[in-house]
């Protein structure tokens, strides 16, 4: 079993930046890797970016790339989402999820609840 909690989230105007987190516990998280997807209303879960525990790959959706950056600090069994130049359209609620090393939200087995990201044009 794991557990995740977000926090980070909130109001910042375009161009400006905000730092997610995600707080894992369990005692498999080195089986996992770590994603990021959002979901804005009325859209479907969006991927936004993947890191795996061990080796620290990631992989990014092409509309936050140069952007965003996924990391992780395994003392903390923390994942973060530095999201800079943001954008109104990167507007949605934020979560974290342990899975395979995927860019399908049905893969996923784990999810946080949720932290609100909105960027005000």
């Known amino acids: 079993q794991v557990q995740l909690v977000e926090s980070g989230g909130g109001l910042v105007q375009a161009g400006g930046s905000l730092r997610l987190s995600c707080a894992a516990s369990g005692r498999t998280l080195s089986s996992y890797a770590m994603g990021w997807f959002r979901q804005a209303p009325g859209k479907t879960r969006e991927f936004v970016a993947v890191?795996?525990?061990?080796?620290?790959?990631?992989y990014y959706a092409d509309s936050v790339k140069g952007r965003f950056t996924i990391s992780r600090d395994n003392a903390k069994n923390t994942v973060y989402l530095q999201m800079n130049s943001l954008k109104p359209e990167d507007t949605a609620v934020y979560y974290c999820a342990a899975g395979p090393f995927s860019t399908r939200h049905t893969e996923y087995n784990y999810w946080g609840q949720g932290t609100q990201v909105t960027v005000s044009s």
């Open positions: 890191i795996n525990w061990t080796a620290g790959r990631t």
